[in-house]
């Protein structure tokens, strides 16, 4: 029987190649022989990644962030799910945590101002309710 390591390059051999469910099938079968493993976790966060499956991608990234928080690369691709699911506040928590980690990731740093700019976009063209054009009666 193939070690975990052996499944791991497996599972990464057949995403990059296109394989992704036979892929994301030998990655979860390394999770259930140790599911404590980052990487493991981190492996199946890309493969559900190359797929489209955000939200799972993210689950898994924060999985491998849980079992191991100094895992910089795993909050960053975190918060790269994250902005494709349009929650950009939470994205941007897990790019501080990914720069807190590794301050030099110029990556992480980009990605976390281009979530700020999406904040603040969304909150630019969020309708006020003082922008109706209507005054606000006040009574005494």
Do not use: H
Not at 34 to 50: H, R, T
Request: hydrophobic share 40%; net charge positive.
């Amino acid at each position: 029987m193939p070690d975990a390591r052996d499944l791991s390059n497996e599972a990464l051999k057949l995403a990059g190649s296109r394989q992704t469910e036979k892929a994301l099938e030998l990655i979860s079968k390394e999770i259930k022989t140790d599911a404590n493993n980052p990487n493991a976790w981190y492996n199946k966060g890309q493969i559900l990644f190359k797929m489209g499956r955000f939200q799972d991608a993210r689950n898994a990234f924060a999985q491998a962030a849980d079992i191991d928080p100094a895992f910089a690369e795993a909050w960053y691709n975190k918060g790269i799910a994250l902005m494709n699911l349009s929650k950009y506040l939470e994205a941007t928590r897990a790019f501080d945590k990914a720069i807190a980690l590794n301050p030099d990731d110029s990556e992480a740093r980009q990605q976390r101002v281009l979530a700020q700019e999406k904040i603040m976009g969304s909150v630019k063209s969020s309708p006020s309710p003082f922008s109706s054009g209507k005054q606000t009666k006040l009574f005494k």
